[in-house]
């Protein structure tokens, strides 16, 4: 086994939870990123590409505060840039048409006791495990 | 002030991601790899964020509506259809190819990687391609 983050995994889970529970809180919504992602760019009131475009601007900068107090983040890209094109097209279909990601069903959908987020939750996971094994061990 | 809100909220979900290293593929990929040296990380990203979004959501959902607006704007879906299933496969295998889901993605932008950027052109070109697709 990998030497796991522990307590950066715990602390920034629960920085997460927090943001999640306080968008709902304060505007009501779902904290999934593949859906606020899309509505900024579909067919949406100005007031929603506006809020959805600052949460991801907010996302963005979450990330460049946490460069600045405990220096660049490691991003260790396993793959080259095709299959990452690749991958990205990937992700971006089918959480849209899968209506959700791993905030949206898994942090949100999942605290909302939601079926419909449970097995989707379930499939990514799988099909992501799969997909690393046949990439990673059976060389495909 | 919902956009003061939702800048807050971002800006926390950001930081939060940074600290649990789940903008780091290497770190979700290792997860994934169960055949491998198998990396916990990403269920502690995981539990941290349900042990918070549990019990705050049931709290706050026993309101009529939220502090800034006037109604919670929840899904409405509940059928177990084609389309969430297999876009939850689609996503799936993007994610084990890339190690980024759409968070961490953005998140990542904020290091100039231009793995990361290609990678979010290419998702946002997937959420429209899905859109045309289901249209």
């Known amino acids: 086994?990998?030497?796991?983050?522990?307590?950066?995994?715990?602390?920034?889970?629960?920085?997460?939870?927090?943001?999640?529970?306080?968008?709902?809180?304060?505007?009501?919504?779902?904290?999934?990123?593949?859906?606020?992602?899309?509505?900024?760019?579909?067919?949406?009131?100005?007031?929603?590409?506006?809020?959805?475009?600052?949460?991801?601007?907010g996302i963005i900068c979450g990330a460049a505060f946490y460069s600045l107090i405990f220096g660049a983040p490691s991003i260790q890209i396993q793959t080259?840039?095709?299959i990452l094109i690749v991958a990205g097209l990937f992700v971006g279909f089918g959480t849209r048409l899968g209506s959700g990601c791993t905030s949206g069903h898994g942090?949100?959908?999942?605290?909302?006791?939601?079926?419909?987020?449970?097995?989707?939750?379930?499939?990514?996971?799988?099909?992501?495990?799969?997909?690393?094994?046949?990439?990673?061990?059976?060389?495909? | 002030m919902q956009i003061l809100a939702a800048l807050i909220?971002?800006?926390?979900?950001?930081?939060?991601?940074?600290?649990?290293?789940?903008?780091?593929?290497?770190?979700?990929?290792?997860?994934?790899?169960?055949?491998?040296?198998?990396?916990?990380?990403?269920?502690?990203?995981?539990?941290?964020?349900l042990a918070i979004t549990l019990p705050g959501y049931a709290l706050i959902l026993r309101r009529s509506r939220p502090l800034l607006d006037r109604q919670f704007f929840l899904p409405t879906k509940s059928a177990f259809d084609r389309p969430l299933i297999v876009g939850a496969a689609i996503f799936g295998i993007g994610w084990?190819?890339?190690?980024?889901?759409?968070?961490?993605?953005?998140?990542?932008?904020?290091?100039?990687?231009?793995?990361?950027?290609?990678?979010v052109i290419a998702m946002i070109a997937g959420q429209w391609l899905a859109g045309r697709f289901t249209n």
């Open chain 1, 80 to 82: 080259n840039t095709p």
């Open chain 2, 9 to 49: 909220t971002g800006t926390l979900f950001g930081f939060g991601l940074s600290l649990g290293e789940m903008i780091n593929p290497a770190r979700v990929i290792g997860f994934l790899d169960i055949a491998g040296r198998w990396d916990a990380t990403l269920m502690f990203v995981m539990g941290g964020a």
């Open chain 1, 1 to 57: 086994m990998a030497e796991a983050n522990f307590i950066g995994g715990i602390i920034g889970g629960a920085l997460i939870g927090v943001a999640a529970v306080l968008l709902l809180l304060f505007n009501g919504r779902i904290a999934g990123i593949s859906g606020i992602l899309d509505g900024v760019f579909s067919d949406n009131s100005f007031a929603e590409r506006i809020w959805r475009g600052v949460f991801v601007g």
């Open chain 1, 107 to 140: 942090v949100c959908g999942l605290a909302r006791r939601s079926p419909r987020s449970l097995a989707a939750t379930a499939t990514f996971i799988v099909f992501g495990v799969l997909t690393v094994f046949l990439v990673r061990h059976l060389s495909l």
């Open chain 2, 96 to 119: 084990g190819l890339g190690g980024f889901c759409p968070g961490p993605a953005l998140a990542g932008l904020a290091t100039g990687s231009s793995g990361v950027i290609f990678f």
